[in-house]
T-cell receptor, first 113, second 118 residues
Framework: DQQVKQNSPSLSVQEGRISILNCDYTNSMFDYFLWYKKYPAEGPTFLISISSIKDKNEDGRFTVFLNKSAKHLSLHIVPSQPGDSAVYFCAATGGTSYGKLTFGQGTILTVHP | NAGVMQNPRHLVRRRGQEARLRCSPMKGHSHVYWYRQLPEEGLKFMVYLQKENIIDESGMPKERFSAEFPKEGPSILRIQQVVRGDSAAYFC????????????????FGPGTRLTVL
């Protein structure tokens, strides 16, 4: 069963505009959420995270929003840059899953110059 | 300040052979995790280890797969009698010990080992 879902396999955005990547989860025990960025032939790179006690966390151009009632989180990148083009994974952990990250399938972001 | 190191980066094995994948965590990190990424899929958790202990192996296949993180040296993921379905990218991640028992959830990933089984 897919406990973390990224329903958009790909997203295309113009440079300078906002990129919004979405993620849904089903396990109500998850209490910590992370976003990773991955380039081909490399390992995932940690971007930003959020605890379930917050609804927003911001770091430079990256902001993560958490809606616990809807079991939904999103990553906003503004302004988007061509170097942001990569695969973005959301991940979750918590409860009996402590120490274990459950990943979504990933969204391929392409930022056009 | 080296990151997580994995070797080899690429490994080719024939069906029935053994594959050994090595992971050296970041300096100061005492938790190691292994994940597998099959083609066109996300990363799937396999096992979580601390020095000399397996904490959670709920994602490990029941047969042929084993993992260890000895007191000295890297963590090893061992796959015996490989089959074509084992072809995947295997990623290792590490995290530090939390301060005062607090959880540390950010995991830092290595570049992965790409295993191809012929």
């Amino acid at each position: 069963d897919q406990q973390v879902k990224q329903n958009s396999p790909s997203l295309s955005v113009q440079e300078g505009r906002i990129s919004i990547l979405n993620c849904d989860y089903t396990n109500s025990m998850f209490d910590y959420f992370l976003w990773y960025k991955k380039y081909p032939a490399e390992g995932p790179t940690f971007l930003i995270s959020i605890s379930s006690i917050k609804d927003k966390n911001e770091d430079g151009r990256f902001t993560v929003f958490l809606n616990k009632s809807a079991k939904h989180l999103s990553l906003h990148i503004v302004p988007s840059q061509p170097g942001d083009s990569a695969v973005y994974f959301c991940a979750a952990t918590g409860g009996t899953s402590y120490g274990k990250l459950t990943f979504g399938q990933g969204t391929i972001l392409t930022v056009h110059p | 300040n080296a990151g997580v190191m994995q070797n080899p980066r690429h490994l080719v094995r024939r069906r029935g052979q053994e594959a050994r994948l090595r992971c050296s965590p970041m300096k100061g990190h005492s938790h190691v995790y292994w994940y597998r990424q099959l083609p066109e899929e996300g990363l799937k958790f396999m096992v979580y280890l601390q020095k000399e202990n397996i904490i959670d192996e709920s994602g490990m296949p029941k047969e042929r797969f084993s993992a260890e993180f000895p007191k000295e040296g890297p963590s090893i993921l061992r796959i015996q009698q490989v089959v074509r379905g084992d072809s995947a990218a295997y990623f290792c991640a590490s995290s530090p010990l939390g301060i005062a028992g607090l959880r540390v959830d950010e995991q830092f990933f290595g570049p992965g080992t790409r295993l191809t089984v012929l």
